[in-house]
């Protein structure tokens, strides 16, 4: 399930300014022990260390909760919305979910090639709208201002998908 930009809240800006970071301090590479994971939905992502599972820590948007939904759903949300592009692994299969919400629909989880250490090797980078945003967010929050009440504009008009065919 994709959450619009309109319904983001602090797991989904936090996510932004997370990938902002790694771009700007480790060349887009995100590990995954530093994301929320429901490792049934996405067991790729299983390392080592793991962050809080995502299965039993539902995302937080602007009005109310999202079970079965976590941190990497957050950043495919964001590539979405265009926020985000994702550099590797860039096969789509990778990253949709089987109906039953449980896993990826493909076997290239077990490919070699997007393997680094034992871990998937996941690289982003923000979009030329992600900067604008994140430079917004920063601005917002900066001032005191919180996820609820973040309300991203470009050209005087709401980020997302009405506002980036404009752009």
Not at 61 to 82: I, P, S, T
Not at 142 to 151: E, I, P, Q, R
Request: include cysteine.
């Amino acid at each position: 399930m994709t959450v619009s930009v309109e319904r983001f809240g602090k797991d989904h800006w936090s996510a932004l300014l997370f990938i902002e970071t790694r771009v700007v301090d480790h060349r887009g590479w995100v590990k995954p022990q530093h994301m929320r994971t429901d490792l049934a939905r996405h067991p790729a992502f299983a390392g080592e260390r793991q962050a809080e599972n995502g299965h039993q820590y539902p995302t937080r948007l602007k009005n109310g909760e999202l079970c079965d939904h976590d941190d990497w759903d957050c950043l495919y949300d964001l590539v979405e919305a265009g926020l985000v592009k994702i550099r590797s692994p860039r096969d789509r299969a990778f990253w949709e979910i089987a109906p039953d919400g449980r896993g990826p629909l493909s076997g290239v989880i077990n490919n070699r090639r997007y393997k680094r250490g034992g871990l998937v090797k996941v690289v982003v980078a923000l979009t030329p709208l992600g900067w604008k945003v994140a430079e917004q967010l920063r601005a917002h929050r900066g001032t005191g201002g919180g996820a609820k009440t973040f309300v991203p504009i470009l050209n005087g008009a709401l980020v997302g998908p009405p506002a980036l065919a404009a752009t």
